[in-house]
T-cell receptor
């Protein structure tokens, strides 16, 4: 079955440090890729999406992700973590022919240490 | 503009009981989706409505789950009878169109606990 893998269920970074959240997908055909964020007691919010245009995608709140076909990866980065970035982040894909059926990773909780 | 709303936010029921979850999509959004996250696992797709019709219900776990969207506005997801493994967070999402690049807007979820 096609899937998406997020490495690390919990990631801790210091405030001001680089944020790197890893995501790999399983498909020989590049899917459509997304990163969502869930703040406490809120719904999932779309951070950014890749739909076969530019491989470097910029999203909201200073986050960006790079699609690397050779590595089947779509890692999420932010140069400098802020306390408000503490949340759970989900990588997600829509595979070709999957219409709007989103397949999610297991999520990564980001802790930002002051 | 109001976002996707879900009711209740939390529900605790005993095994064998019935629970109905409600989702109100963003006004005008024809597409409505249900997802579920069992503790510690990934969020999984349950089904997709286009207006009042079920476009894709391949993710529904079994026939104890019944989703409806009468009139093409709000949707309900009924679990009858509930089992322990049904515990989790149930998310609803809506989108204006069905295109892959059309953003799905998610509600805050309903946390269901079956004891």
């Amino acid at each position: 079955a096609q899937s998406v893998t997020q490495l690390g269920s919990h990631v801790s970074v210091s405030e001001g440090a680089l944020v790197l959240l890893r995501c790999n997908y399983s498909s020989s055909v590049p899917p459509y890729l997304f990163w969502y964020v869930q703040y406490p007691n809120q719904g999932l919010q779309l951070l950014l999406k890749y739909t076969s245009a530019a491989t470097l995608v910029k999203g909201i709140n200073g986050f960006e992700a790079e699609f690397k076909k050779s590595e089947t990866s779509f890692h999420l980065t932010k140069p400098s973590a802020h306390m408000s970035d503490a949340a759970e982040y989900f990588c997600a894909v829509i595979y070709s022919g999957g219409y709007q059926k989103v397949t999610f990773g297991t999520g990564t909780k980001l802790q930002v240490i002051p | 503009e109001a976002g996707v709303t879900q009711f209740p936010s939390h529900s605790v029921i005993e095994k064998g009981q019935t629970v109905t979850l409600r989702c109100d999509p963003i006004s005008g959004h024809d597409n409505l989706y249900w997802y579920r996250r069992v503790m510690g696992k990934e969020i999984k797709f349950l089904l997709h409505f286009v207006k009042e019709s079920k476009q894709d219900e391949s993710g529904m776990p079994n026939n104890r789950f019944l989703a409806e969207r009468t009139g093409g506005t709000y949707s309900t997801l009924k679990v009858q009878p509930a089992e322990l493994e049904d515990s989790g967070v149930y998310f609803c999402a809506s989108s204006l169109h069905q295109g892959v690049s059309d953003e799905q807007y998610f509600g805050p979820g309903t946390r269901l606990t079956v004891t």
